[in-house]
């Protein structure tokens, strides 16, 4: 099986970033910058890295920021596609408005904005070929995170929570939650509704569930959320001290 293919992602760059305050004020929440470099810059050349050389991009908030800074995506030997979308979308309706540009990769992978990770992709991709899987999704364990899911022994996702209340979360022995990161296959998108905001955790990942489609991945890698100014600060401490390796070109 060859994984040195050429095959398509998409990252989700259309949100506010509300969170990081004043940080985000002028600036899109993947263009914050770690070490000088932005946020975005790690992802592209991690996806790179693995051999997704074509990613599209949506934007909506400060939508000419990317592409100024990136262009064409040359400098990353990586090419990119924008779209710019008129109202927000979510995440599953962001994907489905670019269903013409991702039905051309089996798998696509699908990665937030603001979510650094050094996680080999090519075992997840690997372990996604190897089963009935509509979509694998990237897994880790946390305490109190805004998602809750439940495997089977296979990795197969059983239960699959976004945003439960306390009382749901202490009923339930899951601990692993969401990371961020997906792989699909083209036809998930028949689960999709056009032209409709909508959301990949909470719309969309729980219906495949029934026909044991959903998969979980366990992370084994580096991973950060960055929805903090704490988060971004200890993002750019791990960069520096080695705790990500992400190679950037120079």
């Given amino acids: ?33 770690l070490n000088g470099r932005p946020i975005l810059e790690y992802i592209l050349a991690h996806l790179r890295s693995h051999h997704f050389d074509q990613v599209a991009v949506n934007l909506h908030f400060l939508p000419r920021a990317i592409p100024a800074h990136f262009g064409s995506g040359s400098a990353l030997k990586i090419e990119l596609t924008y779209v710019c979308e008129d109202r927000l979308l979510g995440t599953a309706g962001g994907i489905k408005n670019m269903e013409p540009f991702l039905s051309l990769s089996d798998p696509f992978l699908v990665q937030y904005g603001d979510v650094l ?10 372990f996604h070929r190897e089963r009935p899987a509509l979509a694998t999704l990237l897994l880790h364990q946390r305490a109190r995170s805004n998602s809750l899911v439940s495997l ?5 996702i059983t239960g699959f929570l976004e945003r439960p209340d306390d009382q749901t979360r202490l009923s339930l022995p899951a601990n692993w939650v969401n990371s961020g990161i997906c792989l699909c296959r083209p036809e998930i998108f028949a689960h999709i509704p056009p032209h409709t905001p909508c959301d990949l955790p909470r719309d969309i990942f729980p219906k495949l569930i029934p026909a044991g489609r959903l998969f979980g991945f366990p992370l084994s890698g580096y991973r950060c959320a960055i929805d903090s100014p704490a988060r ?19």
């Fill in 232 to 250: 971004l600060a200890q993002a750019g401490a791990d960069v520096a001290q080695g705790r990500c390796r992400i190679s950037l070109p120079p």
């Fill in 152 to 156: 089977d022994p296979q990795g197969r």
């Fill in 1 to 33: 099986m060859d994984f040195k293919q050429p095959m398509r992602a998409m990252v989700l760059c259309a949100g506010y970033g509300t969170r990081l305050g004043d940080l985000t004020r002028e600036i899109p929440k993947p263009m914050l910058p």
């Fill in 117 to 126: 990770t050094d996680q080999d992709f090519s075992a997840m991709l690997r």
